[in-house]
């Protein structure tokens, strides 16, 4: 017989934001570091078949996957907190593609004869797509988007709920995540939104197993033990999630109150004590480290946060790998193309520009390299950055004044950034994207000095990940590379065998660096990118500005 499968479904109520996301992934480490085998999936209630054409304003970041999958931001929370799992396009789905199943299904004669519904039909597809997502993993733990009380949600609930039926009740446990606010003109911690939530999941037949409660401040067994009371949960189920400094710190406050051991005792799931050692060296770098530096981001975002969220924690974790905290200045370049923030950009030990899509800004990302390339700031520009990157050399440099990226001027002569020819007059724009992971070979040396590409990542080929449509034109390289503008990554094309450019550097900086690529879908707290690694370590020893020491003589 097959080994059983064990599942944990993670709801949220009262709120959105509360960190169902981080909390889902928490769990998982801790499991996976006592030894089990777990994967983890997200269930989104939207009608988008994927995020891959949401704006990132509404919804955050979409995470790429090396399949090339467009998922949902908390799937790059999961990559950084479960070291071992590999996620694919099973790992993430939406509602939007559950009906697309199932009216696709219906239009080829798949249901004859039945009227095709929510209950059976969208349910039974939902409870096929977690098991296909649990693939070999011992423990699956599925995360249920939005809050419970949306109509949305509730054929993903109606789904969890007959799971529970379909799997048997040892296999299956309900974890439930809710805000427990401290009222300060009360002095109270106020459990009633907690209470109400649960109420409401009972209502559609799903008895939490556990809770956990975000709260500012650890839960006292009083409160623990009212909640319980109130949610039919024994009170020692009930667990505080206090709000941390560090989203990395999550797990380790659910381990010191045994959550991953009454987990394992609900799933009888029995292992031994995980090692978290590792772990908790890297939050102790995070929260105490021994300097600082900082970073400007030149973007057009005004809400950066989630649109970035693989980015900002990317360098994080480079702050890890040298040992400083780095503060991450947001710089807005429309602002810079108003002739403003240059005392910003001169402040700042390392001037980053992210991808991005779109005109506005563009000239002020642009001003804000050609700052970096002549101040000799470190500079690392990402996807649409480095793309700028190549501009700003081919106006300034190469001697092509109206150099531009095809994006934004379609009917430019010198285009040095341009559309593949093979993917001209290609009208359907999802397409022409290149997605997902690519090999790239990269250059050691360039003369006689090691690349800093090479410098970093130590080896010559590597895979990273993609997600734009525009590359560098092949036919400006010659022109380019003459006046000193290095090719330090390459990919061949297995369709056409074009070679396209993944990196590029300048020689005489002490570090600019640019790649097609976005080395932040692979970074993890326990494993800093290459890229992200060197670019700090660039900062801390030449930018120097804003550079403190933190601790010890300094
Ligand atoms: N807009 C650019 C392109 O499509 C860059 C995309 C990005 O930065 N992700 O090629």
Partial sequence: MAKQKKFIFVTGGVLSSIGKGIAAASIGMLMEQRGIKVTMIKMDPYLNVDPGTMSPFQHGEVFVLDDGSETDLDLGHYSRFVEKAYFTKKNSFTTGRIYDAVIRRERAGGYLGKTVQVIPHITDEIKKHILEGSDDADLTIVEVGGTVGDIESLPFLEAIRQMRADQGAANVLFVHLTLVPYIAAAGELKTKPTQHSVKELREIGIQPDILLCRSDRKLPKDVKDKIGLFCNVPGEQVFSAVDVSSIYEVPLYFHEEALDEKIGEKLGIWTGRPDLSKWKEMVDKIKSPSGEVTIGIVGKYTDWRDSYKSLSESLIHGGVANDVRVQMLYIDSEEIEQGKNEDLLRSVDGILVPGGFGERGIEGKIKAIEFARKEKIPFFGICLGMQLAVVEFARNCAGIPDAHSAE??????????????????????????????????????????????????????????????????????????????????????????????????????????????????LSKPLAPHPLFSSFIKAAVDVGGKTQKKLKGIG
């Fill in 408 to 521: 934004f001027k379609p009917e430019g002569k010198s285009n040095v950034i341009d559309l593949m020819e093979s993917q001209r007059g290609v009208s359907d724009k999802g397409g022409t994207m290149r997605l997902g992971g690519y090999v790239c070979n990269v250059l050691a040396k360039s003369g006689s000095k090691a690349t800093k590409a090479f410098a970093a990542y130590g080896k010559e080929q590597v895979t990273e990940r993609h997600r734009h449509r525009f590359e560098v034109a092949n036919k400006f390289r010659p022109q380019l590379e003459e006046k000193g503008l290095l090719v330090t990554g390459r990919h061949v094309s297995k369709i056409d065998g074009t070679e396209l450019v993944e990196m590029i550097e300048l020689a005489n900086h002490p570090y600019f660096l640019g790649c097609q690529f976005h080395p932040e879908f």
